[in-house]
């Protein structure tokens, strides 16, 4: 914690990249509903 | 000229993210070029463009801190001692010597008259300036050093759009959810619950990373700050419309009861996320600017106590020093509203425009991409049970018709 304080780059980098994971996540489901349908065709 | 460039950029990312194509046909190969290119410009701009501060900024915020974590000092070399030293000149003009700056401007292949940012530390016993590390050579852009965000400032470009497209998706719903009632078309359904899926999504990311910016902001990841309140109520206004789809089977009246909740809840939804932050005195700049503050007869500044053991820390130029009792200097409308053209750097303006034009590109091909999909599974779903109740087949085109 003390690092990050003192090293705010890194907080911003966790920030930029935790939107990204979230996007990432929301992209890995919808390949799935996509996959699904492909299967049942 | 801000106003234009970020309303401008705010409402070119939605016209763009409907026309082409709409939402339930491919974008064009140029759009998609476009989302990547302004998307990975943002990124690039928004982690890379470097910081300098000057020497007064330094020492606001070193105050307290190890010689471990150096400020970048934006400044050119003015002269090089032979004792290791170096004089710097910053951007306010100040010229300062800065001990230990010579080898590491050498190192660095700078010289003379070269414009560097440094990694100095204030040393508070002995009062001198020493030199960390070399960060930048002539950069070709700088951003100014905010005390008490320092490159936290930088979360604007990520934090900030993400919160705006929560507004946004709500709103998109709500005009799908009004021609859904009004035309009862399959479509105007899928758009609007996808619409409300991936505004939930954005709502997440922006109160995950704004409870992390607030950890070393104000101090706790959770402060219930108005933004904070706002946005935790906004989620949950999002999940009980997902709980009442789910609660319902039947798709015609599924569709008519949740466009009915996303038109009801509009007016909460704007509440929360635009006026009571703006009522009620907060931490994130902007708070309290619709209320009248009483006004300090000596500074002809409002009169507010300072919250104890917070910097709230407003991005302007000339913010309070991180440490202990700093409260907002002014009340205004925060840096991206506020009427005042110093209150965000020119580059900040163009980067922060280019991050909202970018995250709405974003939005609408993740939109469009699941509008698609789901039309597919409604479309699937429904020749399904056709098939199993041997109704004919191309009910399901009637239905959704591919327009």
Request: charged share 15%.
């Amino acid at each position: 914690m003390e690092f990050l304080a003192d090293n705010s780059m890194y907080v911003t980098l966790i920030i930029a990249s935790l939107i990204l994971v979230g996007l990432l996540l929301y992209l890995v489901r919808i390949d799935a509903r996509l996959r699904k349908l492909e299967r049942e065709r | 000229m801000k106003g234009l460039l970020i309303g401008g950029a705010t409402v070119l990312g939605i016209v763009l993210g409907f026309w082409p194509a709409g939402l339930m046909k491919p974008k064009p190969a140029w759009w998609r070029w476009l989302a990547i290119t302004t998307l990975a410009a943002t990124v690039l701009l928004g982690l890379g463009v470097p910081t300098g501060g000057d020497f007064r900024s330094a020492i606001r915020t070193t105050m307290g801190r190890g010689d471990a974590a150096p400020l970048p000092v934006y400044a050119s070399v003015v002269e090089i001692h032979p004792d290791s030293s170096a004089v710097l000149r910053d951007m306010t003009d100040t010229a300062v010597t800065v001990y230990g700056a010579a080898p590491i401007i050498a190192n660095a292949g700078a010289g003379k008259g070269d414009r560097v940012i440094l990694g100095i530390s204030f040393n508070r016993g002995r009062k001198v300036f020493v030199a960390r590390r070399h960060l930048f050579t002539n950069p070709l852009f700088t951003l100014p050093l905010i005390p008490g965000l320092e490159e936290r400032a930088r979360n604007i470009y990520f934090h900030v759009p993400c919160a705006w497209l929560v507004q946004v998706a709500w709103f998109i719903a709500c005009c799908y959810a009004l021609l859904s009632i009004r035309k009862r078309r399959v479509e105007d359904d899928v758009r609007a619950s996808a619409a409300a899926a991936l505004g939930a999504v954005f709502c997440v990311l922006a109160t995950l990373t704004g409870a992390i910016w607030a950890k070393f902001n104000w101090g706790e990841f959770w402060n219930w700050d108005p933004r904070q309140t706002a946005i935790f109520v906004v989620m949950v206004i999002y999940g009980a419309y997902f709980a009442l789809r789910s609660a319902i089977q039947n798709h015609e009246q599924r569709a008519r009861v949740s466009a009915v909740y996303l038109l009801l809840m509009l007016i909460p939804v704007v509440f929360f996320l635009f006026i009571y932050p703006r009522m009620v005195d907060g931490l994130h700049p902007g708070a309290g600017s619709l209320e009248s503050q009483p006004l300090d007869s000596a500074t002809m500044r409002p009169a507010t106590p300072p919250v104890p053991g917070r910097s709230s820390a407003p991005p302007s130029g000339q913010a309070p020093p991180s440490g202990q009792a700093a409260a907002p200097e002014k009340k205004d409308a925060g840096p991206i509203l506020s009427s005042d053209p110093d209150a965000l750097n020119p580059i900040k303006q163009v980067i922060f425009s280019l991050s909202f034009f970018s995250f709405s590109l974003l939005f609408f091909w993740i939109l469009n991409v699941s509008v698609r999909l789901s039309l597919l599974e409604r479309r699937r779903e429904i020749t399904g049970a056709a098939a199993v109740s041997g109704a004919p087949g191309p009910i399901a085109e009637d239905i959704v018709r591919p327009s």
